[in-house]
């Protein structure tokens, strides 16, 4: 059995239907999950350890973009290999599976969706899930190759900021945009990164999905003017990449998360 990957969101019922697909391959990157035998998931699914083995751990700030290599390797080690076609998903809805998503098409793979409401969702339709269990995965040959145009760092920010082609959108709370409530990373400084806008990513829900194409644009032409160029910002470079998905769904281009977000930003700032 064969299937097409034509989007870059996915229902449960099309997952379901298409589980057991040739080549597809289901990933769950739920954040700091603890993985083990009594831990569940979707039947088959292979955990994409987006802190541990899909970040620098070196790095100074939280969930820093990997090496070209460090992604390959690892992405091989869970079997993905260059005709896989992948679907992200979490144990929150649509969350960290995002970041996931935006960095297969960071290291160049297209053919990746996210699963639309996540694990809660697909519990939700009575789908079934299982234990985790140790498995050998047969490596892959995946291959990695990097688009610096899809990601920028703290000098790359402050260029855009000043640039009145780009717009900077923050997917943090309103309290937190506004510097109403203290950030929840200890010592980090409240703010906002200079002519940014903002839009709280957990407004682009219907309970655990996304909410339809149509009421997701009215949240960019309600944001956006002449700008060419969206960059999108959060706590950490995870929830920015749910506002990227989003304008991905309502055919924006020239679409770019900002790495290290408000954590780089702030600590590099007074």
């Given at each position: 059995m064969k299937t097409n990957l034509n989007s870059n969101l996915v229902s449960v019922d099309w997952l379901n239907a298409n589980r057991n697909a040739t080549g597809l391959i289901v990933l769950d990157s739920t954040i700091n999950k603890v993985v083990d035998s009594s831990s569940s998931r979707i039947p088959k699914a292979r955990f994409f350890d987006i802190k541990q083995k899909f970040?620098?751990?070196?790095?100074?700030?939280?969930?820093?973009?990997?090496?070209?290599?460090?992604?390959?390797?690892?992405?091989?080690?869970?079997?993905?290999?260059?005709?896989?076609i992948l679907v992200v998903y979490d144990d929150k809805g649509i969350y960290s599976s995002a970041r996931a998503w935006w960095l297969f098409k960071v290291f160049g793979f297209e053919k990746v969706a996210v699963l639309d409401g996540g694990l809660p969702e697909w519990i939700h339709h009575g789908l079934p899930t299982e234990n985790y269990s140790k498995e050998q995965l047969k490596k892959g040959d995946f291959e990695a190759k990097f688009n610096p145009n899809l990601m920028t760092d703290f000098e790359g920010v402050n260029q855009f900021s000043e640039n009145k082609k780009a717009l900077i959108i923050d997917a943090r709370s309103e309290s937190r945009f506004k510097c109403l409530v203290d950030e929840p990373r200890e010592g980090l400084r409240r703010g906002t990164i200079p002519n940014s806008k903002n839009l709280p990513f957990t407004d682009l829900f219907d309970g655990n999905t996304m909410k339809p194409v149509e009421e997701l644009s009215l949240f960019f032409k309600n944001l956006v003017a002449q700008e060419q160029t969206l960059i999108f910002s959060c706590g950490s470079g995870i929830t920015a990449c749910v506002l990227?998905?989003?304008?991905?769904?309502?055919?924006?281009?020239?679409l770019i998360v900002y790495d290290g977000s408000w954590t780089e930003y702030g600590s590099l700032t007074d």
């Open positions: 970040s620098d751990t070196s790095a100074p700030f939280p969930s820093t973009l990997p090496s070209v290599e460090q992604f390959q390797t690892e992405a091989q080690n869970l079997g993905i290999n260059k005709d896989s990227a998905l989003a304008a991905t769904l309502c055919n924006y281009k020239n």
